[in-house]
Nanobody, 125 residues
Framework: QVQLVESGGGLVQPGGSLRLSCEVSGISSAYYVIGWIRQAPGKGREGVACISSADDLTYYADSVKGRFTIYRDSVKNTVYIEMNHLKSEDTAIYYC??????????????????WGKGTLVTVSS
């Protein structure tokens, strides 16, 4: 049974930084993709970034490119997303999700099989 547990959310001022963590367990497939997806109040889901286990290939949404970095620590079974130069429009619940097959950007979230419960990020002064 795949489990994903997010942590690291909170309140940050515009221009600030935050790092979210996603602890992953129970994945039996050698190949998988872990993604971060967010949902802002009153808006639809947005796939923010994802990373593959095979070659650490990454994808970023245009809205976060150059500001967010996704990476993983295979020893700790944890995927991180480092978020810099945060803006008020980055305010959302951030979910970590996993797929044991290929995904297609930009709607990679549609292919995710397992989801965490999410962590809230609020960017406000």
């Amino acid at each position: 049974q795949v489990q994903l547990v997010e942590s690291g959310g909170g309140l940050v001022q515009p221009g600030g930084s935050l790092r979210l963590s996603c602890e992953v367990s129970g994945i039996s497939s050698a190949y998988y993709v872990i993604g971060w997806i967010r949902q802002a109040p009153g808006k639809g889901r947005e796939g923010v970034a994802c990373i593959s286990s095979a070659d650490d290939l990454t994808y970023y949404a245009d809205s976060v490119k150059g500001r967010f970095t996704i990476y993983r620590d295979s020893v700790k079974n944890t995927v991180y997303i480092e978020m810099n130069h945060l803006k008020s429009e980055d305010t959302a619940i951030y979910y970590c999700a996993a797929s044991d097959g290929a995904v297609a950007a930009p709607r990679f979230d549609d292919a995710m099989d397992d989801w965490g419960k999410g962590t809230l990020v609020t960017v406000s002064s």
